[in-house]
Structure formats: structure tokens, C-alpha cells
């Protein structure tokens, strides 16, 4: 029964192999006379170079291709053939000027997951007014009256930090990035909802990038299942809103009173879809940047007594935290502004981004076929030391210059590029700001490893013990 297995699996990777060789050799053909493809390798049929992308850290995998091939390099990922981009004008090129050229593209396990009418699936007319909805949301006028409910939120999950217990830095500031979500969303939403949509939310978020099978039991399919219940929970909010007859300036009011040019509304499932897609995009990603900051500052402890300085000069302005933070405050931060902006650089944490080519396209003298996958890569920019000096260490006092054009893209660049960006940067100052003037803290066990959960984290969501500061007393 084993040789008759063996034999099978080699007769299946013969002819895959065969099939693989007669398309390649099809699409060389094909280009003939046309630009040629970038150099790189495209691995195993099928297959290609996921396994090795995977097995390592992903950051060094796109650098020794880097090395190897250049800015712009070919390679296979799960299954799709991509053309990878490591230069800001290649970025540019993608993300800004030729952006007609290339669509957004997620895997359709994805899609169904947060909803396919969700924000960042979408280009055309549909996603410019989404994309003015969100901005309008949360424009500095709409931040300057969320600073006092933010800052309730901070002081609030800070509370159950300080018991001296080691706690998963990671998993809390996820619970800190989902409140404030559900504020820029709902604004004041009744404790049932929140609950409910925390807790199914929760059910999402561990499947989601698991693998996409319906059996029953699994982690996807329990999210299928948890996302349901979500749609559910999000309509009967937006029918107790309805009744209400007064919409707030939250994201949920701006949904709701959103008519196009011939008078249509968005409808229920177009509403939940972008409402989870936006508390998607707000939680994880800012949860772990939120979680390199902790990091790095206490890690460079010149920099975390200057950064005290800065907040308690603040804090005593502000009758020694007993009076709120102020938007005026927020703004002027300058050493912490650039702590949160070097934190983006170092920690990268969205390193690529997937765009798809709607039609062959030439670019510096390479062909990037129709239907293959393009990734600028962000986190490549970033540590190339001709746009940022020694770019393996933490050091703020870059930012004192502006960076070259289009070598700076922590969220993104282009039509696409996030529009939360701002909501998430007040998010990072304010808890900073209370941070550093009322607690210490002490990492447990960080030997300066990262994991991906898929986005960069300390290993085990960096562990760390929490006091209240006593010379605050």
C-alpha cells in the first residue's frame, strides 16, 4: 500500500512539475518581444517560495531577495506569482501615480470574513465617498471632542494593569484599541452591545487567518459562524438608532445619512461590513505598534526619562492629572510625536501591502503580467540605510528632518493609504502621556524576539509588570 502511494505522489508531482514547465515556457513565449520579466525565482511549482517565506523571519526573506535581485524581483506565494517592489519609486509608481493600473486584492476567505463591501475592497466611486465617510468621522474637528472619552479609556485599562501580575502587554492594548474603535464608531454604546460585539468579535479575530475550511469545529468556521451573530448585533443597533431620529457625527451617523448622486442609501449589510472592517483595521494594527512603543521605550532609558519630562511639564499644567488632556496638548508633544514616528518606522507593521495588475504594465524596463499579485514593500524602505541612516537602531531625532518623498509609509500611500492614521497617532500620545507620568514598568523574559499573529509583536505579546509610580502619590 506504501509504494502504491509513493508512486502515486510521484506520478502527481511529475506532471505538476511537467505542467508547470509547458506554462512557464507558454508565458515566455507569450513575451516574447515584450519587456521582460524582473529577475527572482519562482520556486517550487505551485507551491513556489511559501515554505521558505514562512519557515524564517519574513523580514529577512524579502531583504536576501532584495540583495540578490535588486528593487524589483519575481517570486510565487501562496500559489499566486508576484512582483515584488523595494524602492519608493516603485511604490509610487503602484500605490499613487499608476493606481488605475493595479487593484486592491485580498484572498476571498478574507473578503468573507470582514465583508466584501468593506472599505479597502473596493476602488472607483464606491470607495471615494466610503473613504470621505470615514475621513469625515474622524477629521481633527471630530478628534478634538474625542480626546476626553480616549483618555477615559486609557486611565480605565490602565486601572487593572497596575496589580504587579504579569499581563500580555499585546492582548491588553488589543482591548484598549477596540474600545476606542467602538467609540469612533458608535460613540456611547450601550454595555450589552459592546459586549456582544467584543465578545464574537474575539471569535472573528482568532480566525481570521487561519485556514479556510467550513468544517465544523474549526477556528474559520467558528468566525463565519461569530460573523453572523455580528451582522445581527450591528443591525439591531442601527434599528435602536433609526428610532432615535438623531444621528451623531460618530462613523455609524455618517453611514447612516450617506445618500449618492441619485438619492440611493447604503444598506444594512454595506453598514456592518465597513463597520467591521474599520474595527479590523483599528485594533491589531495600532495594538502592536502601541506594544513596540512600551518596548522601545523601555528599552533606551535616556530616552524614557526625556520623554518624562516632556508629559510631566504637561502634567503639572494640568493640576497634576487631575484636569483632562487637551486637543492643544496632544498637539504639542514634539519628542513623543517623534518617538511614535520612529516606533512606525522600526516596527513596520504593516510591511507590504497587495495590489493586482488590471492589465500588463512596463515599469523601469520589467513587464508585470495582468493578474499577477504586486507588493510594495514598505518594511524594505524603511530599514534601507540610504533613506534612513543606521536604520537598525531607535533613534527619534531623525524625524527632526523630514523624510525623502515616498520613503516614509507606516499606513500606506495613495488612494488606500489608511485613513485612521490620525485617530491611531491621538491613541499612541495619550497613552503615552499617561504612561510615563503615572506607572513603571518592567519586561519579563523579552529576549528581543518577534512573533507574527500576522502583524510583528514581541514574542508572547511582550510580558510585563505594571506599578503605579509612587512619586506621583
Request: aromatic content about 12%.
Amino acid at each position: 500500500m506504501e509504494n502504491i502511494v509513493s508512486t502515486l505522489v510521484y506520478i502527481l508531482l511529475f506532471f505538476s512539475t511537467a505542467l508547470y514547465y509547458y506554462l512557464s515556457k507558454k508565458q515566455e513565449r507569450k513575451n516574447k518581444g515584450r519587456a521582460k520579466l524582473p529577475p527572482g525565482s519562482m520556486g517550487w511549482p505551485y507551491i513556489g517560495e511559501t515554505l521558505q517565506l514562512y519557515s524564517q523571519d519574513p523580514n529577512v526573506f524579502f531583504a536576501q531577495k532584495q540583495k540578490r535581485y535588486g528593487d524589483v524581483f519575481k517570486t510565487n506565494i501562496l500559489g499566486c506569482p508576484c512582483i515584488m517592489l523595494a524602492s519608493p519609486e516603485a511604490s509610487r509608481f503602484v500605490l499613487v501615480t499608476h493606481a488605475h493600473l493595479f487593484k486592491p486584492t485580498y484572498p476571498k476567505s478574507k473578503e468573507m470574513m470582514i465583508g466584501p463591501w468593506a472599505l479597502f475592497f473596493h476602488e472607483g466611486n464606491y470607495h471615494t465617498h466610503l473613504r470621505k465617510l470615514v475621513q469625515s468621522s474622524i477629521s481633527p474637528e471630530a478628534l478634538r471632542k474625542l480626546v476626553p472619552d480616549i483618555e477615559s479609556i486609557v486611565i480605565s485599562c490602565m486601572e487593572t494593569w497596575s496589580s504587579g501580575l504579569v499581563i500580555n502587554t499585546f492582548h491588553e492594548m488589543k482591548k484598549l484599541s477596540f474600545e476606542v474603535g467602538i467609540l469612533a464608531i458608535f460613540g456611547r454604546l450601550e454595555i450589552k452591545y459592546k459586549n456582544a460585539l467584543k465578545e464574537n468579535y474575539s471569535i472573528v479575530d482568532k480566525g481570521y487567518n487561519s485556514f479556510p475550511t467550513k468544517l465544523p469545529g474549526t477556528a474559520y468556521h467558528k468566525a463565519i459562524e461569530a460573523r453572523k451573530r455580528l451582522n445581527q448585533i450591528i443591525r439591531e443597533i442601527i434599528w435602536e438608532t433609526k428610532e432615535k431620529k438623531i444621528l451623531d457625527k460618530d462613523l455609524l451617523g455618517y453611514l447612516l445619512n450617506y445618500k449618492d448622486e441619485r438619492g440611493q442609501t447604503l444598506t444594512e449589510d454595506q453598514i456592518a461590513d465597513n463597520i467591521i472592517g474599520v474595527l479590523f483595521a483599528a485594533q491589531d494594527t495600532t495594538a502592536s505598534i502601541l506594544t513596540w512603543i512600551l518596548k522601545y521605550i523601555h528599552d533606551e532609558h535616556k530616552l524614557l526619562e526625556a520623554i518624562k519630562i516632556e508629559q510631566k511639564a504637561i502634567y503639572k499644567l494640568n493640576n497634576r492629572g487631575k484636569q483632562p488632556l487637551t486637543w492643544a496638548q496632544t498637539r504639542n508633544m514634539p519628542l513623543t510625536q517623534k518617538v511614535i514616528l520612529e516606533s512606525l518606522r522600526m516596527a513596520s507593521i504593516i510591511s507590504f501591502t497587495f495590489r493586482e495588475a488590471v492589465t500588463d504594465v512596463e515599469y523601469d524596463g520589467y513587464l508585470i503580467p495582468k493578474g499577477w499579485k504586486v507588493m510594495p514593500l514598505f518594511r524594505n524602505i524603511h530599514h534601507n540605510p540610504e533613506y534612513f541612516v543606521d536604520p537598525k537602531s531607535f533613534d527619534p531625532s531623525r524625524f527632526e528632518v523630514a523624510p525623502k518623498p515616498n520613503t516614509f509609509m507606516p499606513f500606506g500611500s495613495g488612494a488606500h493609504a489608511c485613513p485612521g492614521n490620525e485617530l491611531a497617532k491621538l491613541e499612541m500620545l495619550i497613552m503615552i502621556h499617561h504612561l510615563v507620568t503615572k506607572y513603571r514598568w518592567e519586561v519579563v523574559g523579552s529576549k528581543g524576539e518577534v512573533q507574527y499573529s500576522p502583524f510583528p509583536v514581541p514574542l508572547d505579546g511582550l510580558p510585563a509588570k505594571f506599578y503605579k509610580d509612587s512619586t506621583n502619590q
